[in-house]
């Protein structure tokens, strides 16, 4: 519940501030005449499935071997590990390694296309698991069409989110995998909390769609900040970068581009480690929320009011959809009596009674709505997956 | 002119970003941390005085080139008998024009040829044995390449990499300032709102009027009217066919730069700070991350070695700029001493027009 609330206070406090990356090539069709058109133009050639006989599964059957994916850990030092100042002579060992790992980060980096919006992703494995930013991916189940460096395209679907309550914030994890068969090129998936401020990183995405003459477009920067639920660095980004990769210098991927503010150095990433955390969810197409304070686990129970204290008692402000208070009949302007015999005064004091139960416990709610009292037997859903 | 399109996808995209904003750092986390000292961050200190080697001589190559005493771009020496490589559109209606050195000596400059495509001049000025700069004639350079930009200022630096493909960059159409309606005229399009500071507050048009043709060719449907108009770049004059009620006028309007006319609202590009004016319509440029100010244009990019591997051109987005690379920068320069003016179509049709008027 207070998660829930700092989210919305937070939402008021940076409105306008911070944009998303993502881009609807309708738009950016009509202004720059970049991406829609070259598309329609067949400029990109199909990739073509290997004959297998079997028609591409609309969902990946994903259930039976889940393989989370190893660290990749940063073992060479060089001077991209560096987090103060550089010299002429560091520049140049950073010049030699990212030239050296940079021809693999391209050729695993994709233009994403989904509905009439485009962003960027990076396969992260063999079978084609790709990752993008959740607000590329939408929702699970969505058909995607992934365009490679060279031109060729290959189909995919979306899966499951990893993003903040309500869709808002949080890490803005999306995954996408491709549904055609293949052995696909793929870069491995990194350490994204031993990150250290200061160390080099480099991003690679399509900005404004898709441009075959183009290619994937290059950003350097170092690490800002390390965050749980995002990285930020000066690799400056632009609209329809979203999703795409940003690597350390063994060329593994330790982010994904989310969001930017005004700044040019405020560019933030979703950290790898949150896909890696979250994938058995994500590839069964869950929809994760990310909550900061951990009580997200599965075995966190969860009401699903928002709540403020008035003059009256303890009045409700909102109902989150679908939750155990939702189900109940909750409504807005609700005022909570009692919660299991007791009397929550305050917004703190409700979310320790409830944090005090456990999933599925069955309890006493009694509400007041006008004049009418009622006692509701609540079941407690979790917190989280909804 | 695509206003209405804009307007309703960036209300669309606002309606999104509203969604899926984030808290930025969560304060529960107790991590709220000031991040990366500035002075370590790709262009702070700790990271560009290691260039200084690099920048010491190459800044003596560079000269800041003003028209009516008003600074317009940077120049880049290439002969030492005076000659000058600058950025041709920002000299535009200067009548005097003039270089500083480094060491802030000026001289009185005479353009020697420009060529359009380009975007590129070339000035002479009366001096000798000049400081030249050494060109990297690799035309090769990828991604992944550190190349920087030095300024004229003491040890102004400014690094990034090489970013995408070397290629032909497509012109970045103009616009009139006007906003489609969205009511159906069998006669045209509608228009539904006239920017102020845009050629159509300049020539009249105002709400209700109809678009009926562009460049004599029949404009009923919006999109036909959108291409017709942003295939052009800023500065291009397109006739238009304007019925208002029952009268019938055709008008000349002079498209101007869609950030110049809507300001801002490219979201999704966030300018951060002045762009170039002429971003597009280039032969060949190297794109590069270097955060390099439009009033660099006409300066060197550099590699670690300090030798020139373009001259800046256009400094396009937050992130995005390009320079004409080192080979094709010798051969325009050959081109123009040997008198040779290279003009697009549009600008000889513009001098003509001039010189009509």
Redesign the interface.
Known sequence: MRSWIRVSFGLLKFQGLLTILFVYSVGVGATTGSFADEVKKGDVSELKAKPTGKKPEAKPNVRNVVKIPTISKRVKKGPWSKTGAVTLTDLRGIQRQMQAVLPKARKATVSVQIGGGSGSGVIVSKDGYVLTAAHVSRRPGLAATLVFEDGRKARGVTLGLFVGPGGRGGPDAGMIKITQKGDWPYVNMGDSSTLKQGEWCFALGYPAGYDKERGPVMRIGRIIKNQPDTLMTDCTLLGGDSGGPLFDFEGNVIGIHSRIARPTDWNFHAPVDAFRDKWVEMIESERVVYDPDGVASPNTPFLGVQTAETTKGLVVDAVVKGSSAAKAGIKKGDLILMFDKKKPRNPGRLYELVKNKKVGDAVIVTVKRGKVEMSLRIKLGRRGLR | M?MN??IR??G??GV??????????????G?R?R??DR?????GE??T???K??IAGVRRSIVRVLGDDEHLALGTIVSRDGLIITKASELKGKKVIQIELFNNKAFDAKVVGKDDKFDLALLRVKAKALPVVRWDQNANR?????VAAPYLEDEAVKL??????R??I?V??GVIGIVLGLNRDKRGVPIASVAPNSAASEIGLRPGDVISHVNGNVTKAREVL?KSV?KFPPGERVKLVVLRGMKRMELEAVLRD?SVVFGDK?????A?GKLSRRRGGFPVAI?H?V?IRPEACGGPLVD?TGRVVGINIAKV????SYAIPADEVLKVIKKLKAGKVVKTGREKENSKAARKG
């Open positions: 695509k399109r804009t996808w960036f669309f995209l999104l970003a509203f969604g899926v904003i984030l808290t930025g750092p969560s304060e529960a986390h991590q941390t991040g990366l002075g370590l961050r790709i262009n700790g990271v005085k290691s260039l080697p690099v990828g991604r992944g390449t550190w990034g990499i090489i970013a995408a493909n290629r032909k497509k970045v159409g959108i942003t869609r490219d979201r999704f590009r966030v951060n794109q991350d955060p670690l987005n937050r992130s995005e």
